[in-house]
Nanobody
Framework: QVQLVESGGGLVQAGDSLRLSCQAS????????MAWFRQAPGKEREFVSVINLTTGMTSYSASVKDRFTVSRDNAKNTMYLQMNSLKVEDTAVYYC????????????????WGPGTQVSVSS
């Protein structure tokens, strides 16, 4: 099992920045990729970004590309999401997730999930 805990969410104004963290514990050696998803009220959970923990390769959704940056510190078993130029439409609960099999942009392929952290962006 892998346990995930997100932190760093909060209430900011449009144009501000936030950095989210995801701390992993447990059988982290079995994890190949970690990702961020988000879910706004009344909407489905959507892919934000993924990083391969071995190669460092990353992928982003079109809505956050060039504004968000995902990174990881393998020594600390921690993944980060630097969010710049935040928009009102970025408001959502952000979830950290991990996969033992590969890097995906589809939530159903992920095995482990954190409880989420709220990001609220005001105009």
């Amino acid at each position: 099992q892998v346990q995930l805990v997100e932190s760093g969410g909060g209430l900011v104004q449009a144009g501000d920045s936030l950095r989210l963290s995801c701390q992993a514990s447990g059988r982290t050696f079995s994890t190949i990729a970690m990702a961020w998803f988000r879910q706004a009220p009344g909407k489905e959970r959507e892919f934000v970004s993924v990083i391969n923990l071995t190669t460092g390769m990353t992928s982003y959704s079109a809505s956050v590309k060039d504004r968000f940056t995902v990174s990881r510190d393998n020594a600390k078993n921690t993944m980060y999401l630097q969010m710049n130029s935040l928009k009102v439409e970025d408001t959502a609960v952000y979830y950290c997730t991990a996969s033992p099999s590969g890097s995906y942009s589809v939530a159903q392929y992920y095995t482990y999930w954190g409880p989420g952290t709220q990001v609220s962006v005001s105009s």
